[in-house]
């Protein structure tokens, strides 16, 4: 792989993440670029790629199901009344080009291609931001515009009639280890009380580290939480949950997450100090 292919994120000089512009992936898991790996600052890593359990699973990166039906997180495609199913109907994201690439972050522009046609266009905003000596954060904007000249909507397993699989947006697969991570918000804790809910933050904790999410903007807030912690270490932000998200031609969907990347397991009143100063305006 060629330098022009990758961009590595430094925070105070130390690198953080690893993102892969250009991947060579079969179809079926629907090619995309993806941050892999993100490590806290004193090295651990925090992310997985292609794990044995969900070998679409990208480490850090931007994945839908169910875009006009056209699969772009990859793998199977759950279909109504008739569940997971092989379809030969996946999608790639495509670099065009970075519009900007600093050592703390960078500006691309993507496009959403399936079955030779262009459906969306994405501007994604990545900055990492030195926030204590142990811990940064993960700054993650991106923006879908419909390039085609009918309307168009973004699905998920959930809408299609799967209850509880409303997965599709940001998505961040963590680490796996011998235990499952502990879950918790400001107010909750476990997979169970906090999977598809609405909370300012979900952190997950591992042996030696902690991530926390927070939704940056109001609408960003308004989608749940897809949360796995048993079978799986992974969370995202849901952008179709109970209904299709529907993207007018020309319209922008737009979502930001931050991403507090910790060494240690760090409390909920740690873990409020730094969202608060990683989402501060």
Known sequence: MTPHDTAVLRVA??????????????PRLSPRPYLHPVTTLAGTAVTELSPADHIHHLGVGVAVPDVEGSNFWGGRTFVRDQGPTELD???????????????????????WVAAGTELLRERRTVAATELTDFAWALDFTFSLTNVTSGPLSIGSPATNGRPGAAYGGFFWRARKEDSAPDVFTADREGEQDIHGTHAPWVALTGSTWTLVFAGATEQTRRDPWFVRAEEYPGVGSSLASEERLPIPPGETAVRRIVTVVADGRISRLEVAALVRKAVSP
């Open 13 to 26: 000089g130390r690198p953080v993440g690893r993102y892969v512009t250009r991947p060579e992936l079969p």
């Open 89 to 111: 109907n996946h999608g790639a994201q495509r670099h065009t080009s970075f519009q900007l690439r600093d050592p703390d972050g960078f500006v691309e522009e993507l496009r």
